[in-house]
């Protein structure tokens, strides 16, 4: 067995297995992060094993022999035996070989449960029934349940409200690699890179392990993105599409609201984008967002300062921010590029580099902890945020951007400014008037008594000179976010 990184999930997973009591599990987190693989990998050699898969779109029938053949395989194999017509069938076969194994660890792996979930199949109802009246009672059984769809793991089982309200004994979330995870990763796959090669990288594909496993060691980088996403057979070409499918049941319309969000990269408010879908989605707004930020797809903020309860969307999944800038007109065009060194001559546009500006602040977002850490803030109680103000140009007032902002319980407030570029940033004199600006437009705005520093988080460092001495309290660089 080897895994990278989830070692919170491992040790979660073997208190579990070791527990003297029944145990009920319910995993979820975006498709293509590793559920399965953690599972088989953790615990499929731990004692008596049945891992049964739902099918997308598959009926009852196709639903349950899944399960038999699962069931045959684990209890009788090479016997073949007869598909039981409902779950309560199934469950009782289940019950009758798990009573008979009581000396052993029985370990059922229901993988995406949603699909075998089908309408009118009463598979909760029977899962709650025979939990409770049966395996409960069991302390040999470890029953772990598994979805993509995130939003119906939530709603049916972890907050459900029904017969499994409170029976799910452990919650686990498995989130995509960081930084450091990715580049691990890549190097048990053989492929060496700097730090910068892997940030690039990850603005593509984010940590996703599918789409990681799927790089080519004797490829550059830029010869695999090309062949991955500009591709027809490219495993990231028709992804996006596949994705919202598999997991949404109102897939075009969660498409449709994903699309409006991405074309604001600082986000937009819930008013703003009710405007502009809401008589497509009607009265279900909130909860089609839910859905896509509980899949990791969008996150739901409120920018520093408002008084306003109206709270803010913006896509942050590395791959479907790559996949509207760069993917999308070409499949709605139906115009592929031609070569092998496309993605070469784009990576080296200044469109590119602009676009990796904003790719950059995202990923920073997401690994705030390492910058936090990197600022020696852990216990400053920080509350991480952004800042925006648009100016008013009758009054002849500049607008000002604040990248990352950390509001901290010691009295004093960090102003992050965040740069990407491959070599060493420079503070000239006009930016540095842009940098006092921003100070100065948001002090007079936000009216805050605490201390101001100001931090600059760049990939290749900052070249002290006289500006940086002046206006940089601290800098952070890419190898902190590792």
Same mark, same amino acid.
């Given at each position: 067995?080897?895994?990278?990184?989830?070692?919170?999930?491992?040790?979660?997973?073997?208190?579990?297995?070791?527990?003297?009591?029944?145990?009920?599990?319910?995993?979820?987190?975006?498709?293509?992060?590793?559920?399965?693989?953690?599972?088989?990998?953790?615990?499929?050699?731990?004692?008596?094993?049945?891992?049964?898969?739902?099918?997308?779109?598959?009926?009852?029938?196709?639903?349950?022999?899944?399960?038999?053949?699962?069931?045959?395989?684990?209890?009788?194999?090479?016997?073949?035996?007869?598909?039981?017509?409902?779950?309560?069938?199934?469950?009782?076969?289940?019950? *009758?070989? !798990?009573?008979?194994?009581?000396? /052993? =660890?029985?370990?059922?792996?229901?993988? &995406?449960?949603?699909? +075998?979930?089908?309408?009118?199949?009463?598979?909760?109802?029977?899962?709650?029934?025979?939990?409770?009246?049966?395996?409960?009672?069991?302390?040999?059984?470890?029953?772990?349940?598994?979805?993509?769809?995130?939003?119906?793991?939530?709603?049916?089982?972890?907050?459900?409200?029904?017969?499994?309200?409170?029976?799910?004994?452990?919650?686990?979330?498995?989130?995509?690699?960081?930084?450091?995870?990715?580049?691990?990763?890549?190097?048990?796959?053989?492929?060496?890179?700097?730090?910068?090669?892997?940030?690039?990288?990850?603005?593509?594909?984010?940590?996703?392990?599918?789409?990681?496993?799927?790089?080519?060691?004797?490829?550059?980088?830029? *010869?695999? !993105?090309?062949?991955?996403?500009? /591709? =027809?057979?490219?495993?990231?070409?028709? &992804?996006?599409?596949? +994705?919202?499918?598999?997991?949404?049941?109102?897939?075009?319309?969660?498409?449709?609201?994903?699309?409006?969000?991405?074309?604001?990269?600082?986000?937009?408010?819930?008013?703003?984008?009710?405007?502009?879908?809401?008589?497509?989605?009607?009265?279900?707004?909130?909860?089609?967002?839910?859905?896509?930020?509980?899949?990791?797809?969008?996150?739901?903020?409120?920018?520093?300062?408002?008084?306003?309860?109206?709270?803010?969307?913006?896509?942050?999944?590395?791959?479907?921010?790559?996949?509207?800038?760069?993917?999308?007109?070409?499949?709605?065009?139906?115009?592929?590029?031609?070569?092998?060194?496309?993605?070469?001559?784009?990576?080296?546009?200044?469109?590119?580099?602009?676009?990796?500006?904003?790719?950059?602040?995202?990923?920073?977002?997401?690994?705030?902890?390492?910058?936090?850490?990197?600022?020696?803030?852990?216990?400053?109680?920080?509350?991480?945020?952004?800042?925006?103000?648009?100016?008013?140009?009758?009054?002849?007032?500049?607008?000002?951007?604040?990248?990352?902002?950390?509001?901290?319980?010691?009295?004093?407030?960090?102003?992050?400014?965040?740069?990407?570029?491959?070599?060493?940033?420079?503070?000239?004199?006009?930016?540095?008037?842009?940098?006092?600006?921003?100070?100065?437009?948001?002090?007079?705005?936000?009216?805050?008594?605490?201390?101001?520093?100001?931090?600059?988080?760049?990939?290749?460092?900052?070249?002290?000179?006289?500006?940086?001495?002046?206006?940089?309290?601290?800098?952070?660089?890419?190898?902190?976010?590792?």
């Amino acid at each position: 067995m080897y895994l990278i990184g989830r070692k919170k999930e491992q040790t979660i997973l073997e208190k579990m297995l070791s527990s003297k009591e029944a145990e009920f599990v319910a995993i979820y987190g975006r498709r293509r992060v590793g559920k399965t693989y953690l599972i088989q990998q953790c615990l499929s050699q731990k004692g008596v094993y049945l891992e049964c898969t739902g099918t997308k779109d598959g009926n009852l029938k196709t639903q349950l022999l899944n399960f038999t053949q699962s069931f045959s395989t684990t209890f009788y194999p090479g016997i073949p035996i007869s598909s039981p017509k409902s779950w309560r069938e199934a469950f009782e076969l289940l019950t *009758q070989e !798990i009573i008979k194994h009581k000396n /052993k =660890k029985i370990i059922l792996f229901f993988d &995406e449960l949603p699909w +075998l979930a089908t309408r009118k199949s009463k598979l909760l109802q029977n899962l709650d029934y025979f939990w409770n009246t049966q395996w409960s009672k069991l302390p040999q059984v470890k029953l772990i349940v598994c979805g993509s769809a995130a939003s119906w793991m939530i709603s049916h089982l972890i907050n459900a409200k029904g017969g499994l309200h409170n029976r799910v004994t452990k919650t686990l979330l498995l989130e995509p690699f960081n930084l450091s995870e990715t580049k691990m990763f890549l190097e048990k796959k053989k492929i060496k890179l700097s730090k910068k090669q892997v940030l690039d990288l990850y603005m593509v594909m984010g940590g996703i392990p599918y789409y990681l496993n799927h790089l080519d060691p004797t490829k550059s980088i830029s *010869q695999n !993105i090309n062949d991955m996403c500009f /591709k =027809k057979d490219g495993v990231l070409y028709g &992804e996006f599409h596949r +994705l919202f499918r598999s997991l949404f049941e109102a897939a075009e319309l969660n498409l449709q609201i994903v699309k409006v969000i991405a074309q604001r990269h600082y986000g937009i408010s819930f008013s703003e984008l009710a405007q502009k879908v809401g008589k497509k989605v009607g009265g279900r707004l909130a909860e089609r967002l839910d859905e896509l930020a509980v899949a990791g797809f969008i996150q739901r903020f409120l920018p520093y300062g408002r008084k306003k309860r109206d709270h803010y969307y913006k896509v942050v999944d590395e791959y479907i921010l790559f996949y509207f800038k760069w993917i999308a007109d070409l499949i709605e065009g139906k115009e592929l590029p031609k070569g092998t060194d496309y993605w070469t001559r784009i990576s080296k546009s200044p469109a590119w580099y602009s676009w990796a500006g904003y790719s950059f602040e995202n990923i920073c977002y997401k690994h705030v902890d390492k910058i936090i850490h990197a600022l020696g803030l852990e216990n400053c109680g920080c509350f991480v945020s952004h800042w925006r103000y648009h100016g008013n140009y009758r009054k002849e007032e500049d607008g000002a951007q604040i990248d990352l902002l950390l509001d901290r319980d010691d009295d004093a407030i960090t102003l992050c400014e965040i740069k990407y570029s491959s070599k060493p940033f420079i503070i000239d004199k006009s930016y540095a008037k842009n940098l006092m600006k921003k100070q100065e437009v948001f002090e007079k705005n936000i009216k805050t008594p605490k201390q101001i520093f100001l931090t600059m988080i760049t990939v290749s460092g900052l070249k002290k000179n006289g500006w940086s001495e002046e206006l940089v309290h601290h800098s952070v660089t890419l190898q902190d976010l590792f």
